[in-house]
């Protein structure tokens, strides 16, 4: 380990002429090094330590370290418009950080979140001197990875992310009276009354976002990252949370960039939330091994491909997931591709009643005609988000009195007779019908103990119109990796809401506004499990 200088700030022009401003940590030692490259909108003092070991820390392991305010954030001047300006900035940043005193010419970047965003803008114009990357909790696809889940606007999270960016801009504007209200509003979200952001923060991303609600606008087009990086190639360490809310950006954009690359792409995904990335993930200790690896396999990472050391990296499995349940890391040559195990609903009609209603079964039962359940959503009471990666509170968490609800349907299998260890996406088909002309439907899938408690997986949730398809609706759920032990047993929730991690369903479209609450319905789904009807989950089983 290297000693390092005081930490040194340093400024440097765009293409456009906007000044944006940068602190470097630099080890106290002769020669040239590489440089790691963040850029964040949040302050570059906090330099995502909530997640990162300190710049510090990796300054002393032979790097300068350059953290910088992007585009009218921190001190940087020019105005902050969401991702807008940073493929551009990125470019020019890359180019200046390659050329500052006592680098070799060689950078890479890292971060998450927005972080880890903008380096995949900053690689879509390919500088020559960025060789590599390691992006983290990212959306690849802005829509479907970030903004939206099966076409439902994911609002909690949005809401508090753009209250969270008004509540800076207030401030860097000297704002008292904006910065106090979204300040106290962001410590009790307006999850019904969201039109605080309307009037305090008319410029905000968000209320794009919500303007912009099918996934084929020209908008996302423009704003996603996978427009622009279809021809880039370049060594990139995806990390990922098997709670994180942008796991679908992960490994949409692992599985793309993999699938073509000439480049190593190595995958790493931890039982996390978005963050902090430790042992223990809402109310489930995962283990000593759980603790985040990232900072010292980043290094490892850059002295292979900014130092030509042979690290041993390229002889190693590229994929790396945690396994929840045997709480250890398991490698693999590529993400599973598994053969699906199905699991088929079964009911005597009571399914919202009686726990022992609603039945998985790895095979179909003797078909019973006009089998089903009826599942009743009430607006003034709509199922609560509880964990999942949804939900600001992530991760497992105990739900048996969520199941106990009347408007949850829960199917349940028989005990596990030997562990089932599972890889990869989680699909559920479910053949459903109900009174309105828009409903959505939330599928969770649990681990339940011989005591009755229950654990959530994974979960997924999807947006319906009534009659459009005489097919069954698909549930994409959350990718897993996860081992269910023998003498345990399975279990899967339907519901048709999860608030507020998503706008409710209002009978005719998303509750995004109090007006809009006003007019919700109440809406009945009939569920069937009989005839050629069956609806069913598909494991991926390994």
């Not at 003092?45 to 305010?69: K, L, N, R």
């Not at 949005?158 to 207030?170: F, G, S």
């Amino acid at each position: 380990m290297l000693k390092v200088l005081p930490k040194q700030t340093a400024s440097m022009h765009t293409r456009d002429g906007v000044r944006l401003d940068a602190d470097i940590y630099r080890p106290d030692a002769e020669g040239e090094f590489p440089v790691l490259l963040m850029r964040q909108p949040y302050g570059r003092a906090i330099a995502s330590t909530v997640v990162y070991a300190h710049p510090t820390w990796y300054a002393a392991h032979g790097y300068i370290v350059v953290i910088q305010d992007v585009r009218g954030r921190g001190t940087s001047e020019g105005e902050f418009k969401l991702f807008s300006h940073e493929i551009a900035d990125g470019e020019d940043s890359v180019n200046w950080a390659a050329n500052i005193p006592g680098s070799n010419g060689k950078v890479g970047m890292y971060g998450f979140s927005y972080q880890g965003m903008t380096q995949l803008y900053a690689a879509a114009n390919k500088p020559a001197a960025l060789k590599t990357i390691c992006p983290a909790m990212i959306g690849y696809d802005l829509y479907a990875d970030w903004a939206y889940e099966g076409g439902t606007f994911c609002l909690q999270s949005n809401l508090a992310w753009a209250i969270q960016l008004a509540t800076e801009t207030a401030r860097l504007r000297g704002d008292k009276t904006a910065h106090q209200a979204l300040f106290t509003a962001s410590r009790n979200l307006s999850l019904t009354n969201p039109e605080i952001l309307q009037h305090l923060a008319p410029e905000s991303f968000y209320h794009e976002w919500l303007a912009n609600s099918q996934p084929d606008a020209a908008y996302w087009e423009e704003l996603s990252p996978k427009r622009y990086l279809q021809t880039v190639d370049l060594p990139m360490f995806h990390i990922g949370g098997w709670f994180d809310t942008y796991l679908r950006g992960t490994l949409h954009l692992y599985k793309d960039i993999a699938g073509r690359s000439h480049t190593p792409q190595h995958l790493l995904v931890g039982p996390w939330a978005h963050l902090p990335w430790g042992r223990k993930v809402g109310a489930v200790d995962f283990g000593p091994k759980a603790a985040s690896p990232v900072d010292k396999m980043q290094v490892r990472w850059f002295d292979q491909f900014l130092k030509d050391v042979d690290t041993g990296l390229l002889h190693e499995s590229p994929v790396c997931l945690f396994e929840m349940g045997t709480n250890i890391w398991r490698t693999f040559p590529n993400f599973p591709t598994p053969m699906y195990k199905i699991y088929f609903l079964s009911t005597t009609g009571l399914a919202s009643i009686r726990e022992d209603s609603g039945t998985l079964n790895p095979s179909p039962q003797p078909p019973v005609p006009n089998t089903f359940d009826v599942l009743v959503h009430d607006p003034w009471r709509p199922v609560p988000a509880l964990g999942g990666h949804a939900a600001l509170l992530a991760g497992m968490f105990e739900r048996s009195h969520l199941d106990s609800r009347s408007d949850v349907l829960t199917y349940t299998s028989e005990t596990l007779a030997a562990d089932l260890h599972l890889a990869g996406d989680v699909v559920v088909e479910i053949w459903c019908s109900a009174d309105q002309p828009s409903y959505d439907l939330c599928a969770v899938l649990s681990e339940v103990h011989p005591d009755g408690q229950a654990y959530n997986l994974t979960q997924g949730y999807v947006h319906c119109q009534a009659g459009v398809n005489p097919l069954p609706t698909k549930i994409q759920l959350q990718a897993t990796c996860a081992r269910i032990a023998k003498g345990n047993a399975l279990r899967l929730s339907l519901s048709a809401a999860c608030f507020p991690a998503y706008a409710m369903n209002s009978g005719t479209g998303a509750v995004i506004s109090s007006e809009s609450l006003l007019d919700a319905q109440v809406i009945t789904l009939t569920v069937s499990c009989g005839g050629e009807a069956i609806s069913q989950v598909l494991l991926p089983v390994i």
